[in-house]
């Protein structure tokens, strides 16, 4: 799976480069406007991410070429302006999601995951890893043909933790996950701890032990 | 009760007008006392000499000055003669006396006069009129005049505020009336008094000069939170990368964790005051009708991970349905940041009420103590111990009710704390 990273600030390209390599993906910098046109014009990526403030001219403009040239790519729009009307101008162009400067990025890494599944897969949309299979668009997940009956919130930790394969992921990444915006606003996420332990019981309960890890003082680890 | 500023001379005229007037009345009474004797004295010296003058020009003998003598008081009423011997030339004198049952006034001239080589004593007495008279007849016009001038005074007295301070009622409604968030400029109609113009003028400048330094202070936070946003988001991606490290001691997570802490805060602070600029340059325009108790509840849900953690009840009354015109996200952040408040500040096991009845929606939750009613919608005021929140959010729910005019109230009745927000 290809991404390509259009960001200027290089730490932070080189970051998030670092940790999706590491979850399977393959990544590409452009840190200008005009090494992305060249970029985007010469291959296809699997999802774009695409910061909005570039030097040389703006994202959306870089947007709307890809959609003009009616170009498959997921596109994500990752911009620290936090504004609500690029927000809906970028969805509305076509963007496929939209992430606001600073992110966890093991919600980046979910956020493509889904992107990536979205676009690939129109009618039979499955995604197995080990011996759990989920069905993407019943939103159901079997293992060893067994059904497991999760809650909603359940199911998107579960994705969640699929997306970031062997990563350590805090409390508070997966409180934003779950709740958004809002975990902002709280430093207790205690109730991450109950959702985990549900879905903890649940896969033991179909054989499933152990691949949700603890990790001491930061958080959980999908070990498979 | 505060006075108006021009009844204050008003006051201080009246007074004066009295005293003067007051005074005024012993003042005419000596002159008009001492006017009437002059008077009386030249008449009865007149009558004196007209007398002296007869009795010469008659050449009168013996007989005739005793008929005379009889019948004078029918002939020269108001004077006596009496027979004297002896009497020297020229010792006339005045006098006053009082007399009678009504104790009547007189003034008096006592003189010696001569007919036929013989003296007499003449006493020419004409009544005056009496002191408390005079004084009252004086006393009362004086009161009449004054009378006369203070409804005078009154009259002209409003009459001429009404005119006068037209301009500065209007300077006043503009200035009563301008919102330095409203974004706004002020422009006050020219006066023709020169103070009035002066004031506007300086006015001016005042309000001009805050609009700057207000626009300023708009730009610099806008832009400092823009500047902070990414180093912040590389700080992050780094603490997030260090935490992936295979190889780290249970010590260097903690460390991690406690910088994950500190830095999630400033994160958060940034966001809101880059949130607050926004809502203050009359960003998030468009506007639909939204269901006030619709949006309540997806917010709750949203929030029930919270609310469940700290073992909250939540008690939702719906009296009323409220459908309001207005922007969806600031209105689900307004929602939001009251009902986060409330969930923050509540202890465990304890209720969150919410009310929506008369226009008006109620979040209520325990507490202990009243807050500072005049500082919790400022900026940074932290009202507990707990250090997690930004600070911020009741100053960004009080910007949005500012925006729309709805009216955002705190109270603290029977140990809860109420935050109410009424849609007008």
């Not at chain 2, 500023?5 to 007008?17: D, G, M, Q, S, V």
């Not at chain 2, 300086?202 to 730009?219: M, P, V």
């Amino acid at each position: 799976m290809k991404i390509l990273i259009i960001e200027d600030e290089k730490e932070l390209a080189k970051d998030i480069a670092d940790y999706l390599s590491s979850v399977g993906y393959l990544c590409e910098f452009a840190a200008t406007f005009s090494l992305a046109i060249e970029k985007i014009e010469m291959y296809n990526y699997d999802c774009i991410l695409l910061d909005l403030m570039l030097p040389g001219g703006s994202g959306l403009s870089i947007l709307e070429k890809l959609k003009a040239s009616k170009k498959q790519d997921g596109i994500i729009i990752v911009s620290a302006k936090n504004s609500i009307e690029d927000k809906v101008k970028g969805l509305q162009i076509g963007a496929d999601d939209y992430l606001e400067k600073p992110f966890n990025h093991a919600e980046l890494a979910a956020r493509i995951f889904s992107v990536i599944r979205r676009k690939q897969f129109n009618n039979a949309n499955f995604f197995e890893q080990g011996n759990i299979k989920i069905n993407l668009n019943a939103k159901n997940v079997t293992v060893n043909d067994s059904i497991l009956n999760l809650t909603k919130k359940e199911y998107d930790l579960l994705l969640f933790f699929m997306g970031n394969k062997n990563k350590v992921i805090s409390k508070n990444a997966l409180a934003e996950h779950l709740s958004g915006d809002i975990a902002d606003m709280f430093d207790n996420f205690d109730f991450v701890y109950a959702h985990v332990k549900n879905l903890k019981k649940k896969l033991n309960e179909v054989g499933c032990s152990n691949i949700i890890k603890t990790v001491y003082g930061t958080g959980y680890k999908w070990d498979m | 009760m505060k006075k108006k500023l021009l009844n204050r001379p008003l006051k201080a005229f009246t007074i004066y007008a009295l005293i003067v007037l007051v005074c005024s009345i012993p003042m005419y009474y000596f002159v008009i006392d001492a006017i009437w004797i002059e008077e009386l004295d030249q008449h009865n010296l007149i009558i004196k000499q007209r007398i002296e003058k007869h009795f010469e020009d008659e050449k009168v003998n013996e007989n005739e000055l005793a008929f005379i003598f009889n019948f004078w008081d029918v002939l020269q009423p108001g004077t006596k003669l009496i027979p004297i011997a002896n009497a020297k030339r020229n010792s006339d004198s005045v006098y006053t006396v009082t007399k009678g049952d009504e104790n009547d006034r007189f003034r008096g001239l006592l003189s010696t006069i001569f007919v036929n080589g013989k003296s007499f004593q003449l006493t020419v007495e004409t009544n005056v009129e009496e002191v408390d008279e005079t004084l009252l007849a004086i006393a009362l016009v004086t009161f009449l005049f004054f009378s006369l001038m203070v409804t005078g005074f009154i009259i002209l007295n409003r009459k001429m505020a009404k005119k006068i301070w037209k301009p500065f009622r209007n300077t006043l409604d503009k200035v009563k009336k301008f919102d330095l968030q409203k974004n706004q400029n002020i422009h006050f109609e020219k006066s023709d008094i020169e103070e009035f113009d002066e004031l506007n003028v300086e006015l001016n400048k005042l309000i001009e000069n805050n609009i700057i330094a207000f626009n300023r202070q708009k730009t610099f936070i806008e832009n400092a939170s823009h500047e902070l946003q990414t180093p912040l988001a590389v700080l992050k991606s780094k603490v997030e990368m260090l935490m992936q490290n295979e190889q780290l001691s249970e010590k260097q997570a903690e460390i991690i964790n406690a910088i994950q802490i500190p830095l999630a805060r400033v994160s958060r602070i940034n966001k809101n005051l880059l949130l607050l600029a926004k809502i203050e340059n009359n960003q998030f325009i468009e506007t639909e009708t939204i269901e006030l108790s619709v949006l309540l509840h997806e917010n709750l849900e949203l929030l029930s991970d919270y609310i469940d953690a700290k073992k909250l009840t939540v008690k939702v009354k719906l009296n009323q349905q409220i459908a309001l015109v207005s922007n969806q996200t600031l209105m689900e952040i307004l929602l939001n940041n009251l009902l986060i408040n409330a969930i923050i500040h509540s202890t465990e096991n304890s209720e969150i009420l919410i009310n929506i009845s008369g226009n008006k929606i109620t979040i209520s939750n325990s507490g202990i103590a009243a807050l500072n009613h005049k500082t919790i919608f400022n900026r940074f005021v932290v009202s507990s111990t707990n250090n997690t929140n930004s600070g911020l959010g009741l100053a960004i729910a009080k910007e949005i009710c500012n925006r729309y005019q709805w009216n955002l109230t705190y109270s603290f009745v029977n140990n809860y704390h109420e935050f109410s927000v009424k849609f007008e």
